[in-house]
């Protein structure tokens, strides 16, 4: 039986090769545009989120094929959002994952419309016949994927992290916060097995608290993570919340019971997967790497 | 017989009403960026490309009601272009349909999470049950759109604008451009009415052509009007492309030939329009509506 880091790391590999196969050629005088968004979506991840989209849609049978597309849509949602967050006019960072930002190694206008290629190319994918054979399945991971995506999605969740030092620094704003910003992709992930398996009600609100908890836990360790790592180690800027003065989970609750509040999430998470058998095996050992991982 | 004009009108005060009721509602701490996104939509526009997608499906006995979700969709891309394109980092335009521009209404940051909803928005519609009865219809929609608007469609169009200074400034390449730029969107406004009535292959053909030399000479005349209009008649900025010095089809063509080339443009958009019969009249008059226009 391989480890949880080593599936981890095979879905990353192939997840790295259906990204370089999937996306555009860059043929044209366009070409730019495409190399840029090569350069971002080639740059090395732990493709969390791909691998949250193939365990989910083994919960239901679903060949890893036909997964990793909707992986590599949501992979290159996932990008377009760092691209654009990474932007001067918005968290304004040089690094991002171990290498330049995208409007460093290329220019902002490359990079805004880099982000922008990337968005619309996740829907290509998703709509394809290949994806799925069923095209009620395609618009179902259409709808899904742009309400997580769009203004009372990930999109909402920037605005309100942007808007934060006018809005009440307390939990109910934090949890929203993040729910938004990195919870719906979270969701979106989770669920996209039981959308491809066309799988009922109770496995789908299963996965949506799975989500939600693993989301939460997920951002937590990365505040802890800001504080604790080095930028070596995270492949960005440390410290970046506490010298921008922003409110986290650790500037509320403190570092001890911020480590509490994550672990306590990362069970949580688990319980919600009772009703699956052992092939939810590794989203629980998720769980717990979430918590665990040091970058 | 109400007159091109006055179906123009009626079009763009239907449009504009569905775009009120279909938006996000700005709800939650995350308003501010649907209130960027209804700023930039609810702006005074002509709606040419929702006409051009109310009349397209009309020749394929498609009800209106139906076409303006698709219409509506394809505004909120155009606007997303729009808004993107007027940033500091690309054309850096402070005026936009007679009113300042979101990054200047609102902020940078702002304006690229207003575009970025926009476009994620345009999907959520087009998936939508609401759109179509047919899951595969929906599905055409979204991959024809995604196509359109991405990196060998408008978007690569605006990086082959950008970088227009390192590029051979002929009509090849000036013609590639506003294929790209401008004709990607038309040719899926007039496409979608034959992918919503499940047209054969050549009604989508002469659709497409007609969309090629139509976009074509609405670009046209907009180099005429942006060396002969006022900024007041445009909304925005006048001249700019020739204070910055970029190759427009007047730059190489001189004014009298450009004049000349859009009128045969849209001559020729018309005849590809033969085989329908009256019910393509007002397609017909947009033809010449798109040279002779003032702003």
Known sequence: MPTFE???????????????????Q????????????????????KRLRPFLIVQSG?????????????????????????????????????????RPTVHKAFDEATAVLAGDALLAFAFELLGSERTHQDPFVRCELVTHMSKAVGAHGMIGGQMIDLSIQTLPQ????????????????????C?????????????????????????????????????????????????????????????ILGLDRAKAQAQMLADQAKCHLDMFDERADLLREAADFVVKRRN
Chains 1, 2 share one sequence.
Request: overall charge negative; proline content about 4%.
């Open 191 to 251: 669920e996209s097995g039981a959308i491809m398996g066309r799988a009922g009600r109770d496995s789908r609100h299963a996965l949506d608290a799975y989500a939600h908890d693993l989301g939460l836990a997920f951002q937590i360790a990365d505040d802890i993570l800001d504080v604790e790592g080095s930028s070596e180690e995270l492949g960005k800027a440390a410290q970046k919340d506490d010298d921008a003065g922003k409110a986290t989970f650790i500037s």
């Open 58 to 98: 083994r919960l239901f049978g679903i060949e890893t094929e036909k997964m990793n597309r909707v992986a590599v849509a949501l992979e290159c949602v996932h990008t377009f959002s760092l691209i654009h967050d990474d932007l001067p006019c918005m968290d304004d960072d040089d690094l991002r994952r171990g």
């Open 6 to 24: 080593e599936s981890l790391k095979r879905t990353a590999g192939e997840i790295n090769n259906r990204i370089s196969e999937l996306l555009p």
């Open 170 to 189: 307390d939990i109910p704003t934090i949890t929203r916060l993040q729910r938004l910003k990195t919870g719906a992709l979270f969701a979106f992930a």
């Open 26 to 45: 860059p043929d044209g005088p366009e070409a730019r545009v495409i190399e840029a968004m090569r350069y971002a979506m080639e740059a090395p991840g």
